[in-house]
């Protein structure tokens, strides 16, 4: 199938590897069984793909569903660390932030996780998603609104703190709770740090 794409599109490569062979690749994508399909270094899918999967993608690159496709490849893979890299570019934080909303469960704690650690490296790109995150103090779902709530108080930006006590009277304790502590972390020091 790689093959066929690549013969119909001259700018499409296709390089079949053996990951017995090229382990650094595979310890690279965490590839622990086959077939495994990376598409331009950044999207790794497990399992058997489509010809129509993979054009869809390798086409749609450098949209949001490229982007939220490669960012949820590497939250599945475990790839923390290169997910909270690739934040830094221009859609990053959008594909991070619409995974986060997504209602699979996983998919939002592996986002909380990315998140954090882009906090930790990286606090601008933080910074710059606070109005995103703000407006999803209203989510529908509480959850969202509390993990909401408790990214800004550790992000530390003033412009959270009206937001945030709106949410005390929120029907849901967690939210309350998450807010309260997201404002007194902000007031703490003024960054967010305890």
Same mark, same amino acid.
């Given at each position: ?13 296709? =390089? $079949? +590897? ?5 382990? *650094? ?11 495994? =399909? $990376?598409?331009?270094? &950044? ?6 793909? =489509? ?11 450098? =949209?949001?569903?490229? &982007? ?5 490849? @590497?939250?599945?893979?475990?790839? @923390?660390?290169?997910?909270? +890299? ?9 594909? $991070? ?10 998919? #939002?704690?592996? +986002? ?9 490296? *990286?606090? *601008? ?12 103090? /209203?989510?529908?779902?509480?959850? $969202?609104?509390?993990? /909401? ?15 945030? *006590? ?20 902000? #007031? ?7």
């Amino acid at each position: 199938m790689a093959l066929r794409l690549a013969a119909a599109n001259p700018v499409v490569s296709v =390089t $079949i +590897a053996d990951v017995y062979h090229v382990r *650094d690749l595979a310890d690279e994508f965490a590839v622990r069984s086959v077939p495994a =399909t $990376i598409i331009n270094r &950044e999207i790794v899918l497990m399992g058997l793909v =489509t010809e129509e999967q993979v054009a869809a993608l390798i086409a749609g690159r450098g =949209t949001l569903a490229y &982007e939220k496709e490669g960012m949820r490849s @590497m939250i599945k893979l475990g790839l @923390m660390s290169r997910a909270a +890299a690739s934040i830094r570019n221009s859609r990053g934080g959008e594909a $991070i932030l619409s995974l986060f909303q997504e209602g699979d469960f996983s998919m #939002r704690m592996g +986002a909380l996780l990315v998140l954090e650690e882009v906090l930790g490296q *990286d606090a *601008d790109s933080m910074r710059r998603m606070v109005p995103q995150l703000i407006e999803m103090l /209203s989510h529908e779902d509480y959850r $969202i609104r509390g993990d /909401s709530a408790d990214l800004l108080g550790k992000i530390g930006d003033q412009r959270a703190i009206a937001h945030l *006590d709106r949410l005390r009277n929120d029907r849901h304790p967690e939210v309350v709770e998450a807010a309260v502590e997201g404002i007194l972390m902000i #007031r703490k020091d003024g960054k967010g740090h305890l």
